[in-house]
């Protein structure tokens, strides 16, 4: 019976110590998301935000309050968007891949403040959302079929 604990005892330390480094691995290799947004955040205004790089860095391509059917030389650059518009009724912001509100969009959601890398989100024709919108514009939860995280 003793050499049966000893040995399950050996097997469970060794599979701890797999099993450690591996987790603490992974996460060092991770990026940590959303500081530079939370640091953004602020009380609502109405306002849409668009960044050009991960977690509302680099330049702001884009704020404003109402919508956009184009957004000249910002197009096709977003990787963060920020929804600090007021709630109820068109509260919601529908990105979209061409000017005039055209081809695959999603939306972003007035409780879900900023999606901070677009790169894991995708249009409703199936594109990637990252460095593909090119206008907006405010809807009713109803108007949207994709929603960015």
Partial sequence: MRKFTVTAALLGLTALGVVVPATT???AGSTVAGPGC??????R???MYAWENLDCSGALLISTAGNS????GSQDRATSVMNRGYTGGLDHVAFY????HGGGHACLAPGELYADN???NRL???VSANDTISSHRWVARSACG???T
């Fill in 25 to 27: 691995s992974q996460a």
């Fill in 38 to 43: 939370d640091s953004k955040w602020g009380p």
């Fill in 45 to 47: 205004n109405g306002y």
């Fill in 69 to 72: 059917s184009w957004w000249g």
């Fill in 97 to 100: 891949e061409h000017a005039s």
């Fill in 118 to 120: 677009l790169t894991d």
């Fill in 124 to 126: 409703t024709g199936g």
């Fill in 146 to 148: 994709t929603f960015l």
